[in-house]
């Protein structure tokens, strides 16, 4: 293959870019040559910004710990340094809007983590399995802007990854969803570093996540929706319901969820017909063969307790939905628990996807 496309990080010291920087630390496509954060890191060498709170667990990457972190409020000092930025940052939501549209003003295109740009109407919010076809609306935003190379491509929120997946399957194989109830059980490590406080954490669960149950609620509208007239235009339903609380878990979401269908009730699927569905769903990054692609996008275990977060949460690379306890709801019509890694699957590696996904469409060639 030729020479990978250079990347940089903002955000790169904090939670979610310690993990961009370790898995793309041997990227077949991509190589990190840019690291940027808060004006207090930079200046400083990666190693050494980072040096009390690295959290992966493994070394940091060679080709990163010496490269110097740049102030990420000054998007001219990437130019020419990066193809593209991962964004990672934890600001304002007003600042990293105005960030990521300066990074692309640049011709440099951000594929963000953050939840600023999330329901701007022309940034596609993907799930590569989902709705790939909303990549059509980025030459619409160019437009829009009068960008020439610059783009935004976001990432939804992280719990909603644990349950989007096998409802679009179920969708798309004809099963329509009308409400769902969901309770969210998400990991400390979806609060950044340091995030809670353990004297919350330890021993309790903390049953507020300020604007988690608004994104889980209305999020999945704009993923299931369609592009027309230049915009995402959101989809009329699932209608859900969710209840989304904080557990002394390090990484992986877990979700409870009870759903409706939207069909006769001699329509309705059985349990072993919805299990046939999530199994044998696979989408365009499978096609594709992207490298961060799990080979199966949904998994089913049938152990009565499972799955749970230490023993699922790397399944497939920590790309999978990992999915137990299918059965009967005697409120509604199916209820099942549903598991993603946060900070793989809900937050880098599902941003890396993202890329690999724009770089196979061709985004990032001229
Ligand atoms: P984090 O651990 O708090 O890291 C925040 C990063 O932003 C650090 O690199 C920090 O740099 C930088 N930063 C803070 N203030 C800045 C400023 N004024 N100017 C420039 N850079 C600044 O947060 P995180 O958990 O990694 O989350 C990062 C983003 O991903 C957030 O938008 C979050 O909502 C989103 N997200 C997180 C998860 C998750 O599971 N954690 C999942 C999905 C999405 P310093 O180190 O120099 O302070």
Not at 90 to 117: H, T
Request: hydrophobic fraction near 40%; charge should be neutral; aromatic fraction near 8%.
């Amino acid at each position: 293959m030729s020479e990978k496309i250079k990347v940089g990080v903002l955000g790169a010291t904090g939670m979610v870019g310690q993990r961009y920087i370790k898995l793309l630390e041997n990227h077949p496509w991509f190589e990190v040559s840019y690291v940027a954060a808060s004006p207090r890191s930079a200046g400083k060498k990666y190693k050494d910004a980072v040096a009390n709170r690295w959290l992966i667990g493994a070394e940091i990457p060679e080709g990163v710990a010496d490269l110097t972190v740049q102030d990420a409020n000054d998007e001219k000092a990437a130019l020419g340094k990066c193809r593209f930025v991962f964004s990672a940052l934890e600001m304002g939501k007003d600042e990293i809007k105005a960030l990521e549209a300066a990074y692309a003003a640049e011709g440099i295109p951000v594929v963000s983590n953050a939840s600023a740009n999330r329901w701007t109407e022309d940034v596609p919010m993907l799930i590569p399995e989902i709705n790939y076809s909303h990549l059509d609306v980025i030459a619409d935003q160019k437009k829009h802007h009068g960008w020439d190379k610059g783009f935004i491509a976001v990432k939804p929120n992280c719990s909603l990854q644990t349950y989007m997946m096998p409802i679009f399957a179920l969708q798309k194989a004809g099963y329509p969803i009308k409400r769902m109830i969901v309770t969210t059980l998400q990991a400390t490590s979806g609060a950044g570093y340091p995030g809670v406080p353990s004297f919350d954490m330890i021993d309790n669960i903390v049953p507020y996540i300020g604007g988690e149950e608004e994104k889980t609620e209305k999020e999945c509208l704009k993923i299931l929706g369609t592009v027309k007239d230049g915009k995402i235009e959101n989809a009329p339903g699932p209608l859900v319901s969710s209840t989304c609380t904080r557990v002394p878990v390090i990484d992986g979401h877990t979700a409870t969820v009870s759903l409706e269908f939207d069909l006769p009730d001699d329509k309705k699927p059985s349990l072993a017909e919805i299990e046939r569905v999530w199994t044998s769903f696979t989408s365009v990054p499978q096609e594709l063969k992207l490298p961060s692609a799990p080979e199966h996008p949904i998994v089913v275990r049938h152990e009565e307790n499972r799955p749970q977060p230490r023993r699922d949460r790397d399944t497939e690379k920590g790309m999978a939905c990992v999915i137990g306890r299918l059965r009967e709801c005697p409120v509604f019509d199916v209820k099942f628990v549903a598991l993603s890694h946060n900070t793989k699957r809900g937050a880098a590696l599902g941003g890396i996807l993202n890329a690999e996904l724009l770089k196979a469409k061709g985004f990032f060639e001229n």
